[in-house]
């Protein structure tokens, strides 16, 4: 079947600091990949997808790349912001589903000053 | 991208009573539109899929004469929530796709609070 497995939070890290949440999934065929951002009371915003294998997604200083062999779409920023305090979900969808998402379970970040 | 806009983003309403929740496609015609929830501190569950003028795919679990899912347009499709109980108080939230769309968009969501 499809599922996501995300690292689970809450991260906290100060301004300036490297940004890695895990994200790994299962799937049959070959989905598309995405990081979704939700800020408080906010609904969902794609951050960035790729979709197919070795892709890179990256939008506002965060990258995720595509990798089929680890199965894995593993969100990076090299510096975050105040700003981007908010909560990430990975999702996939499979092929020729219509746009179905599978989410995982989102990572609460904070980022302080 | 293209926007979606989900109406009300905040209701509160008696047990028993219906409330309905709306999702539009501003700029673009939704053939597909999908209707999700979101427990406090969890991820989003897919509740249904509505195809414009057909009826809902409703998931496994979610009962299907409660949560009542009309797409009659292709940028209009609605979730009523019939006979809420404080259990139906969540964070609902909406997606569409257009038929030429690779993604789908999703909307502002609508905070429910049943009392």
């Known amino acids: 079947g499809n599922s996501v497995t995300q690292m689970e939070g809450p991260v906290t890290l100060s301004e300036e600091a490297f940004l890695t949440i895990n994200c790994t999934y299962t799937?049959?065929?070959?989905?598309?990949l995405f990081w979704y951002v939700q800020y408080p009371g906010e609904g969902l915003q794609l951050l960035l997808k790729a979709t197919k294998a070795d892709d890179k997604g990256s939008n506002k200083g965060f990258e995720a790349t595509y990798r089929k062999e680890t199965t894995s779409f593993h969100l990076e920023k090299g510096s975050v912001q105040v700003s981007d305090s908010a909560v990430y979900f990975c999702?996939?969808?499979?092929?020729?589903?219509?746009?179905?998402?599978?989410f995982g379970t989102g990572t609460s970040l904070t980022v302080i000053p | 991208g293209a926007v979606v806009s989900q109406h009300p983003s905040w209701v509160i309403c008696k047990s028993g009573t219906s409330v309905k929740i709306e999702c539009r496609s501003l700029d673009f015609q939704a053939t597909t539109m999908f209707w999700y929830r979101q427990f406090p501190k969890q991820s989003l569950m897919l509740m249904a899929t509505?195809?414009?003028?057909?009826?809902?795919?409703?998931e496994q679990g979610v009962e299907k004469d409660k949560f009542l899912i009309n797409h009659a347009s292709l940028t209009l499709s609605t979730l009523t929530v019939t006979s809420a109980h404080p259990e139906d108080s969540s964070f609902y939230i909406c997606s569409a796709r257009g038929h030429r769309n690779t993604e789908a968009f999703f909307g502002q969501g609508t905070r429910l609070t049943v009392v």
């Open positions: 509505s195809n414009e003028g057909s009826k809902a795919t409703y």
């Open positions: 999702a996939l969808s499979p092929m020729n589903t219509g746009n179905q998402f599978y």
């Open positions: 799937a049959t065929g070959y989905p598309s």
